[in-house]
């Protein structure tokens, strides 16, 4: 540290990596808690929307944001994209530990658009520092700290340092082909940006991926559109067989369920183009839901947050948490960094974390400790004990992991017993002693529930379920629970699913069943992207059975959430409200699994 003295207020000088080079100034903002801008930043204005984060109602535009990562949604990089082209970026992003994600969104910026700012990481000691500063300058990986913001103007940096990274990463024949631009335009930019990411991980060799599931494809704004028909024009086409995440509309009914067109269309055409690249009709945050899931131990690349910590955890395939345009970027060389979960030593536990399931505990259990454990681990992935003999269905697992991938950063999870790297806690721990060791209560419990079950209110107008989208074994249950019953007139009951799911709900007589409940069917889309008339204009009150809905819903549709299982959810359905209160297994103390 270095400390300076003159006409400005005292500051000091700390040394950092540089992840993007450039030079900024401006006031800082600084939070201890990792910040997802999908569902977390307002794309078109720069405002943070996440109303469980400390620094919501904050506009972010031309200041310098201090977090220690990204977390939650591979989404991230797409916002940061439309971040820096609409003008309401952050001047300049300083980080504890390198975010893959939100640097991802400023290297495509650069690389495709001409424009950035700078990136830097600066280690747990030097992020600690920023807390009591007012404002920081960035330049060539150095951040001078100062106690309030220098009256003298201090211009950014006006072009882009176009220099590619100094890497030791090994390039076998077809790797160099491609770089050189042999196989066209959309495959040379595409391995500019794979390799500008590889040297930030620290990557040695590339590895072969089996198929590719792209998050890209979700429609943040005018660049999202931009960068993916820059590709289609450049003669993109996938190399691996590749699935789509969730649009932004119902693409077959968008018009009949009355979106506008503003969205309709433009997200449309998003979708268009990555078919047009080569990718199949599928449309599904749960890819691991279709008949193509991956095996156990097979290399892929997966965006979409939920379906990651699926694959790596449940399934035992192995992907990193890849950023938006990346996931394209992979599909189209067919080629990974052989970094952190696509490697065995990058899939071991390092936080144990101990848990005993309550007595009478409902479905809502899993993704209230799904929640709760991403907010312990963070970056760390963690292994739970103590769950050996509760036997979560896979329902259960998504539920859990789909919660953890929204307050986590981490690419996976163990529970000893049911994931298949952990057959035992040495097993998942990698034979080494955990890191930290932590103790699940059932007051720490009781107080994620109320962070996730936030309204005071006792009506509710609108149930949403299906984030992620819903399976036909979930598809079964509700219908079993709806069968013969009416929902309120006011209050509307949606369902998101995948169009493979929903055919075969549909042949198993399931959405009959739901149909005459008075549900409403949605496909294509999920929850996160929706918004009215889809969530009917009068609604001041959703209630869900999802816990990554239930933390990012306030953010994205400015409504109040009620959360609970999918039975209360059918009560709520049928009354039009809220049982309320904690669930009696939260209100006991925690005894043996039932």
Request: hydrophobic content about 45%.
């Amino acid at each position: 540290m270095t400390e300076e003295t003159g006409s400005t207020a005292q500051t000091y000088v700390l040394s950092g990596r540089s992840l993007v080079q450039g030079r900024a100034q401006g006031e800082l903002v600084y939070a201890e808690v990792g910040l997802s801008f999908w569902g977390g930043v307002e794309p078109s204005t720069g405002e943070v929307i996440d109303r469980h984060h400390p620094l919501s109602g904050v506009c972010l535009a031309g200041k310098v944001l201090a977090i220690p990562s990204g977390r939650g949604s591979c989404t991230g990089s797409s916002v940061m994209l439309e971040l820096i082209l609409n003008g309401h970026a952050p001047a300049g992003l300083l980080l504890a530990e390198p975010d893959e994600i939100l640097t991802l969104g400023v290297v495509v910026a650069e690389v495709m658009f001409g424009h950035s700012l700078p990136v830097v990481c600066l280690g747990a000691d030097g992020f600690a520092r920023l807390q009591d500063g007012a404002a920081a300058r960035l330049e060539s990986g150095q951040v001078t700290v100062f106690e309030q913001l220098p009256a003298v103007t201090w211009a950014p940096s006006d072009g882009v340092d176009s220099a590619a990274p100094k890497t030791s990463l090994h390039l076998n024949a077809l790797d160099r082909e491609m770089l050189d631009g042999r196989h066209g335009k959309a495959t040379q930019v595409a391995m500019q940006l794979l390799m500008r990411i590889a040297a930030l991980q620290g990557a040695r060799e590339l590895v072969d991926v089996t198929q590719a599931h792209i998050d890209g494809c979700i429609y943040t704004g005018h660049a999202s559109l931009r960068f993916a028909r820059k590709l289609v024009e450049w003669g993109a086409q996938v190399r691996v067989p590749t699935t789509l995440n969730a649009i932004s509309v119902d693409k077959r009914r968008w018009r009949e369920l009355g979106v506008d067109a503003a969205l309709g269309e433009p997200a449309s055409a998003l979708g268009d183009a990555y078919l047009d690249m080569g990718a199949r009709v599928s449309f599904t945050c749960a890819p691991y839901l279709l008949e193509t899931a991956p095996g156990l131990g097979e290399q892929i690349v997966w965006a979409e947050s939920n379906a990651v910590v699926y694959a790596n955890s449940v399934l035992g395939a192995r992907t990193l948490k890849y950023p938006d345009y990346l996931d394209i970027c992979i599909a189209l060389t067919g080629r990974a960094p052989l970094v952190g979960s696509h490697r065995d030593d990058g899939r071991k536990a390092t936080v144990r974390i101990d848990v005993c399931k309550p007595a009478g505990a409902d479905d809502a259990f899993y993704p209230l400790l799904g929640y709760h454990v991403g907010l312990l681990a963070s970056t760390e992935i963690p292994v739970l004990c103590g769950l050996e003999q509760a036997q979560p269905s896979l329902d259960d697992l998504k539920a859990f992991g789909a919660a953890f991938a929204t307050t986590s950063a981490a690419p996976m999870f163990h529970i000893v017993g049911v994931t298949p790297e952990a057959s035992s806690v040495e097993q998942a721990l990698g034979g080494l002693a955990p890191r930290r060791l932590i103790e699940v209560s059932r007051d720490a419990l009781a107080r994620s529930w109320a962070e996730l079950d936030s309204s005071t209110e006792v009506a509710v107008q609108l149930v949403s379920l299906g984030n992620p989208h819903f399976s036909l074994t979930e598809c079964a249950r509700l219908a079993q629970l709806c069968a013969g019953r009416r929902k309120h007139p006011g209050t509307a009951l949606v369902i998101t699913l995948g169009r493979d799911v929903h055919e075969r709900a549909r042949a198993a007589g399931y959405v009959a069943v739901l149909e005459a409940f008075g549900a409403q069917l949605v496909t294509d889309t999920c929850w996160c992207m929706l918004g009215e008339p889809i969530v009917p204009p009068g609604t001041s009150t959703l209630m869900t059975n999802s816990g990554k809905y239930a933390h990012y819903a306030p953010g994205l549709v400015g409504r109040k959430v009620h959360f609970g299982s999918l039975q209360n959810c059918v009560q709520a359905a049928c009354s039009g409200q809220w049982a309320g209160g904690l669930p009696a297994w939260l209100m006991t103390a925690p005894e043996a699994v039932s």
